[in-house]
């Protein structure tokens, strides 16, 4: 079956500080691409989305590549803030169907000043 | 904007008892889903509901458990007799689904602690 691996966290990084959070997938088909985020006390949001190889996804500075050859979407950020605290959740679903999504077990990113 | 709720934010009940877990979607949305993730684990796909019917559920959703929306605003999520490993923080989502892909947004979540 489908799924999703996201890299070990807590991850703590200072301010102004360079982002990458590993994710990888396996699936049968060909799959949408998901980075969801969790702020405190909040629901799941989402950040970015790519539906098929080679598209970028990006939003309020971060960005993820779908990468079919190498089943990768990890997500990137030059510069963190503070206010990027939160937890981080890489995910699929297949665009027709249901669309339930396929979650990896979230990584904990905490930005220091 | 308009956003999912839940309630209650956090549950605690005694092994065996029964759980009703209470999600408001969009009020146009068309499409509802529960996940859920137990401390430390991949948040997990347990069913998806449209036209007043279950449309998909995984493993995890057995004879235990139930949905439905009542009313045509509040999706409830039953646990009819609770076990200790059901402790985890439960998710609902809702979508519109008028093209090929639309977001699904997700409430804050309910964590259930069963003891």
């Known amino acids: 079956g489908d799924s999703v691996t996201q890299m070990e966290g807590p991850v703590t990084l200072s301010e102004e500080a360079f982002l990458t959070i590993n994710c990888t997938y396996t699936a049968t088909g060909y799959p949408s691409l998901f980075w969801y985020v969790q702020y405190p006390g909040e629901g799941l949001q989402l950040l970015l989305k790519?539906?098929?190889?080679?598209d970028k996804g990006s939003n309020k500075g971060f960005e993820a590549t779908y990468r079919k050859e190498t089943t990768s979407f990890h997500l990137e950020k030059g510069s963190v803030q503070v206010s990027d605290s939160a937890v981080y959740f890489c995910?699929?679903?297949?665009?027709?169907?249901?669309?339930?999504?396929?979650f990896g077990t979230g990584t904990r990113l905490t930005i220091i000043p | 904007e308009p956003e999912v709720t839940q309630t209650p934010s956090h549950q605690v009940t005694q092994m065996g008892q029964e759980v009703i877990l209470r999600c408001v979607p969009i009020s146009n949305h068309l499409y509802f889903y529960w996940y859920r993730q137990i401390l430390g684990q991949k948040v997990e796909f347990l069913v998806s509901?449209?036209?007043?019917?279950?449309?998909?559920k995984s493993e995890i959703f057995d004879d235990q458990f139930s949905v439905e929306r009542p009313d045509g605003s509040n999706f409830t999520l039953k646990i009819r007799s609770t076990k200790l490993e059901d402790s985890a923080m439960y998710f609902c989502a809702s979508i519109l689904r008028e093209s090929s892909y639309n977001e699904q947004f997700f409430g804050p979540g309910t964590r259930l602690t069963v003891l």
């Open positions: 790519a539906t098929k190889a080679d």
């Open positions: 509901f449209y036209n007043n019917e279950i449309s998909e």
């Open positions: 995910a699929l679903s297949y665009n027709f169907g249901n669309e339930k999504l396929t």
